[in-house]
């Protein structure tokens, strides 16, 4: 049985403030059947961790560089991400493949990284809007997780993210039999790959999940969760998806 999990991509938003939504989560699920996940800006990491030790949200970060430690201004190890508290970092998000060039090589070389630290990286794939009208959704996706999966990813070290890059932040969603699909194909390509373990990875939707929205697509079979971006900025909004998702 894979456990489900609400993500919550803070993206470069939120003050130390907006931390006390950790606490709000936390006491509205005390036997969380699922896991819940809040990744806020890397400035926040260490008191976001502070304030959920002892609770059952655990926290993330939404990049890391591939090298341990060195002359890479700017940058953030996955030991330095583990080091301040977090068990998670999502790994190319498209936002990052769009704005830094992130490639599916340098994706996979992150999420190798983290394991090698002990953090579950979240790789994040998805389709432009022209690639979904021009029928190309399945094999971008395809391509893009052959190329960005570790060889050796297992339950543990590894969730995937399916992210339609034209649902992020514009409040479209697709078909939920286009979720269906993808997310079909990616446990086929998962299991084909990894065996047995392929069905230990967890598969999130993202991209405009709400509290509108969130039940019908947790119905979807092959869907684990989500990876939740704006919604995800205040427990108004993000307590009804992850009681959506218990309830599934
Ligand atoms: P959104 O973002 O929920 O605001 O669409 C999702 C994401 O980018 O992870």
Redesign the pocket.
Known sequence: MRRKLAAG?W?MNGTPQSLEMIEVLAQSSPDADCDILVCPPATLLVSAAARAKGTPVMIGAQTCHTAETGAHTGDVSASMLRDAGASHVIVG?S?RRAAYGETDALVRAQAEAAAQVGLAAIICLGETLDERDNGQALPVIRRQLAASLPQAATGTTTVIAY?PIW????GKVPQMEEIAEVHTQLRTDLVEKLGPEGNAIRLLY????KPGNAADIFALSDVDGA?????SLTAADFSPIIAALRAS
């Open positions: 991509n993206k998000h936002e992210e649902a992020i932040g514009t993202g991209g405009s999940v990876l939740v971006g704006g919604a």
